[in-house]
């Protein structure tokens, strides 16, 4: 068609090749925007009721487990994360609790020497080490472990008192290699709180209908429960722990599975500045790991995982939308321009508008709208970072999460916009 225009002199070879592919560029730019917000969703619901797998957990099941809790400069923390331990519901004879310490400067390892000595728990462990970041202080601790199960956790994190338990059965299915529970946000007094309350919302119920259909590459490094010789080491340069592990259970024949009962929670940041760098640096780790075993991506012998979950995954992780918003948003004008639209399409182009500003009154669509918003802006900066190498295991630790989970941080008031009542 173009060698027709050509032919009368009207357009360049080059142009018309170009104008040629526009309508594929359109639909290309439209998937992107629709997989992963609306047809990936809608798909995995589809597909995980028509297959998806409950898993055989079974009650009273009590394996030996090893809870891992890497520290650096946790002192205000760790001694509530080890008497949340002590609480658990769990025979706490077959709970061994290994502290990795990297070399804390204010004092970490001190507190847990005290706790030892007050018998808190019956076998607690401290390994003192330099800093070499999170993953190679758990694999310092996986080398010392006993327990069939080993539980990674964070120092500011908190469990459900049944939690363990829970987690624990999902083992006496002999499909299941790791689980994950259910991620709370306790406190969402802030806006950037609100934003991840609401993006735990969404993630928590996405990953559950990946793990019922296959197996879900997102577990949280807060409660990372895994099957001890699945995996013995992790790799010491990545900055996603958590996605380490379970891209590793995948490939060795298991599922990572998401046991909602089992809840856990753990503070976030309280202004969007802070918000920003870490959740940049938990995205980099994402491509990371997602490029690192991409070999599993469209595989059919990794069944659902490899053929819809991980390419869906890696996709969501890809800053493309943007630009194709971009893209659609150019070409609407342009064919305006030349008034070349359709009255339909003018009418369809006004109508959206005019919805969207409609639904925008509402306080959910305005937060789901800052949560789309700034999470495409966290994968773009990630995607640069990760491309130029900016990223490092010994990352900078949140400070108000610090404070916030030590009860001083409420009047703080940083990154309060509460006026927006989102
Ligand atoms: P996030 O949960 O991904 O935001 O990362 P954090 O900065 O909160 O760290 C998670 C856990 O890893 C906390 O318990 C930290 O103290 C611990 N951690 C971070 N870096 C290191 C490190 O270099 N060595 C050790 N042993 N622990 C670390
Ligand atoms: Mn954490």
Redesign the pocket.
């Known amino acids: 068609m173009s060698s027709k225009r050509n032919s009368k002199g009207r357009r360049h070879p080059i142009g018309g090749l170009l104008s040629g592919l526009r309508p594929l560029a359109c639909s290309l730019s439209l998937f992107s925007l629709l997989w992963p917000t609306v047809l990936y969703p809608l798909t995995l619901a589809a597909l995980s009721r028509r297959f998806g797998k409950r898993t055989a957990a079974r009650s009273g099941y009590e394996p030996s487990v090893t809870i891992i809790?890497?520290?650096?400069?946790?002192a205000s923390l760790i001694r509530q994360r080890l008497a949340d331990i002590a609480a658990y519901e769990y025979d706490l004879a077959r709970v061994e609790v290994i502290v990795?310490?990297?070399g804390s400067s204010d004092g970490t390892a001190d507190v847990v020497e005290t706790v030892q000595r007050e018998g808190l728990l019956p076998r607690l462990v401290l390994i003192r080490?330099e800093?070499?970041?999170?993953a190679?202080?758990i694999n310092v601790a996986l080398g010392r472990a006993s327990g069939d199960i080993v539980v990674a956790t964070?120092?500011?994190t908190l469990f459900d008192p049944q939690a363990l338990a829970r987690l624990a059965a999902n083992f006496a299915d002999p499909s299941v290699g790791a689980v994950t529970g259910d991620f709370r946000i306790p406190d969402q007094s802030t806006l950037s709180q609100r934003e991840e309350g609401l993006f735990w919302t969404i993630r928590n119920r996405l990953r559950r209908l990946e793990a019922e259909l296959d197996s879900t590459p997102f577990l949280s490094?807060?409660m990372c429960c895994f099957r001890r010789d699945l995996v013995p080491l992790l790799d010491e340069d990545t900055v996603a722990d958590d996605m380490n592990i379970a891209l590793r259970v995948r490939p060795a024949g298991y599922r990572v599975v998401v046991d909602s009962v089992a809840s856990f929670s753990?503070p976030r940041a309280t202004s969007f500045r802070e918000l920003n760098v870490?959740k940049t640096?938990?995205a980099v780790g994402g491509i990371q790991e997602l490029f690192r075993f991409r070999r599993m991506i469209f595989r059919p012998r990794y069944g659902w995982f490899g053929m819809l979950i991980l390419p869906s995954d890696l996709l969501y992780y890809l800053p493309v939308r943007p630009f194709a918003l971009a893209f659609l948003g150019s070409e609407v004008l342009r064919r305006l321009a030349k008034r070349r639209a359709s009255p339909l399409s003018a009418i369809a182009v006004a109508a959206a508008a005019l919805g969207i500003h409609r639904a925008a009154r509402s306080p959910a669509v305005r937060r789901a709208m800052l949560v789309a918003l700034f999470n495409e802006w966290i994968f773009l900066r990630a995607f640069v970072n990760w491309v130029r190498g900016h990223y490092s295991?010994?990352?900078t630790?949140?400070q108000s999460?610090r404070r916030l989970a030590d009860g001083a941080a409420a009047d703080s008031g940083q990154g309060r916009t509460d006026e927006w009542a989102l």
């Open positions: 809790v890497p520290t650096y400069n946790e990795v310490d990297s080490e800093r070499r970041g999170k190679a202080a964070d120092a500011p490094g807060e753990e870490s640096r938990r295991v010994a990352w630790q949140e999460t």
